[in-house]
């Protein structure tokens, strides 16, 4: 098995936990609309229908529903445990896996489309994430990517906020203060959110242990290093982001059903063997066990 440097690892260990706790909004059927007709001008109904799509970094899922109501079919992976259970029950359909975006535990070309929507910018290697994204995308499957823009206020208001950060834990913030977020988030989401969603929110906000910031002429060089044609981007609320648009080259192929299938951590073989109780590799014996209805890459 790969091992990653130990800075690393802290990293994602730290991001696991902040959103265990705080896990992503879930904003209910307002914002799975929203999400369903945004990303429709990237993945039109025809091109959906019955493919199967890997959200990386799903949280709780609702992003992932609005695309499995179109007649996708999805699989979800997160680094929190907590926001996967969620994410089980708001998406029975789906294929639910417990792992890091840097390591996708798929094989190569498993998937007809990825999506990835402001995950990786929270990733110790967002470079490398996007690498993954792209590995795991079969020739003619679309990409979109949602990452931080660095040009923009937000980029100066999160790094400014480090000693806050650092010194105050989130849970300690009183809730009158979370609570004077709300007329900007209403503005944002279009719907008022209750305490526990609001402090969130801010979590992810201010509190996420990492953010990077990239700028679209990088996501681009990033999509050319990877063979990728960039299709175009839309800038998110007040810019403080951009969803980019790729297309891994090739044509899919007519007749195919793609199913769900795994790569092995431990020998990187992709003949693994999906059971009732457990994702068994052939070669190895490596298991990953399935507990809840969730594949458990990391234990």
Not at 21 to 49: C, M, N, Y
Not at 88 to 102: K, T
Not at 106 to 117: L, M, V
């Amino acid at each position: 098995m790969r091992r990653m440097p130990d800075a690393i690892t802290r990293m994602v260990s730290a991001t696991r936990r902040h959103y265990d706790a705080h896990h992503f909004i879930e904003g209910g059927s307002p914002r799975i609309k929203w999400w369903r007709q945004f990303l429709t001008d990237f993945l039109p109904d025809e091109v959906i229908h019955d493919a199967l799509i890997v959200d990386v970094g799903s949280s709780v899922g609702e992003i992932s529903r609005g695309l499995i109501d179109r007649g996708g079919r999805l699989v979800c992976l997160d680094v929190s445990l907590q926001s996967l259970r969620r994410c089980r029950v708001n998406n029975p359909e789906a294929v639910v896996v417990h792992g890091d975006a840097l390591a996708l535990p798929f094989a190569d070309q498993s998937f007809d489309h990825a999506i990835s929507i402001g995950v990786l910018h929270h990733t110790p290697d967002c470079r490398l994430g996007f690498s993954e994204v792209a590995r795991v995308t079969a020739p003619g499957g679309n990409i979109v990517v949602f990452l931080y823009n660095k040009w923009n206020w937000y980029n100066l208001v999160y790094n400014g906020f480090a000693p806050v950060r650092k010194h105050v834990p989130l849970d300690r913030v009183p809730n009158w203060m979370v609570a004077l977020m709300q007329p900007l988030v209403k503005w944002h989401l279009g719907q008022k959110l209750n305490a526990v969603e609001l402090r969130n929110l801010v979590g992810d906000a201010l509190w996420t242990p990492r953010a990077t910031f990239h700028s679209l002429r990088e996501i681009r060089s990033w999509g050319t290093e990877e063979g990728l044609t960039y299709l175009g981007y839309r800038r998110f609320f007040l810019g403080y982001a951009n969803v980019v648009h790729f297309r891994k080259p090739g044509g899919r192929v007519k007749g195919v059903r793609r199913e769900p299938r795994f790569k092995c951590l431990a020998c990187t073989s992709h003949e693994m063997v999906v059971g009732p109780e457990a994702v068994e590799c052939s070669e190895c014996g490596h298991a990953y066990a399935i507990e809840e209805g969730i594949v458990r890459v990391i234990e």
